[in-house]
């Protein structure tokens, strides 16, 4: 799991809070990703950046900003989040289209959020 | 739409016994197939995929999954179980008509018995 590293692992927060996110890649991937783990659910897929551009908006609420400042970094904002927001949120990265149809994603080991 | 079904959301095997653990698929074009497992408290790891080619495809600890185009179905199997290949297993699904993501199934338990 070194390969991708989500910073915090836990993390609580008021529904008024502002937090954000942190994921990080260190295989030389060109495509990020965030999703939204929660129980007995189908990993939702939140946003997917390429080159450091926003390629996929998956009608996420606004209460979600996602930032991808290079190709190994990537964050999550997060402002008055709901309690149904409370899940796991993982990354992942992979090497983009370049890599055609055997394009693989690689996870990171998650954020858990709970909003009081 | 693409869309994947775990059908079995707890598969309990006795340690050394072989395991299955289902999933079919539906997709437009043709199929790129991924498992993932998760441990406690930790991210999915990939385990195997199928793109092309021969239908079995060996991966990671042993596992190794049947791709089966008439039933559509990419099932996850191990010759035998053991105690550490406890966890929650995802398949996936990437349609090559279409766009570059994944689409998940629900997730299958499994659980081996010592």
């Known amino acids: 799991e070194t390969g991708v590293t989500q910073t915090p692992r836990h993390l609580v927060m008021g529904m008024t809070n502002k937090k954000s996110l942190k994921c990080e890649q260190h295989?030389?991937?060109?495509?990020m990703y965030w999703y939204k783990q929660s129980a007995k659910k189908p990993l939702e897929l939140m946003f997917v950046?390429?080159?450091?551009?926003?390629?996929e908006n998956n009608s996420v609420p606004s209460r979600f900003s996602p930032e991808c400042p290079n190709s190994s970094h990537l964050f999550l904002h997060l402002h008055t989040l709901q309690p149904e927001d409370s899940a796991l949120y993982l990354c992942a990265s992979s090497q983009g289209s370049l890599a055609g149809a055997w394009d693989t994603q690689y996870f990171g080991p998650g954020t858990r959020l709970t909003v009081l | 739409a693409q869309s994947v079904a775990q059908p079995e959301d707890q598969v309990n095997v006795a340690e050394g016994n072989p395991l299955t653990v289902k999933c079919t698929y539906s997709?437009?074009?043709?199929?790129?197939l991924f498992w993932y497992v998760q441990y406690p408290n930790r991210g999915l790891q990939f385990l195997l995929k199928?793109?092309?080619?021969?239908?079995l495809v060996k991966g990671s600890y042993g596992f190794e999954a049947e791709f089966n185009k008439s039933q559509t179905s990419f099932h996850l199997k191990k010759p035998s179980a053991l105690v550490s290949d406890s966890a929650l297993y995802f398949c996936?699904?990437?349609?090559?008509?279409?766009?570059?993501?994944?689409?998940f199934g629900t997730g299958t338990r499994l659980t081996v018995i010592p």
């Open positions: 950046y390429n080159f450091k551009e926003q390629t």
């Open positions: 997709v437009s074009g043709n199929p790129y």
């Open positions: 996936a699904v990437r349609d090559g008509a279409g766009a570059n993501n994944l689409f």
């Open positions: 199928y793109i092309t080619g021969d239908n």
């Open positions: 295989l030389g991937h060109n495509a």
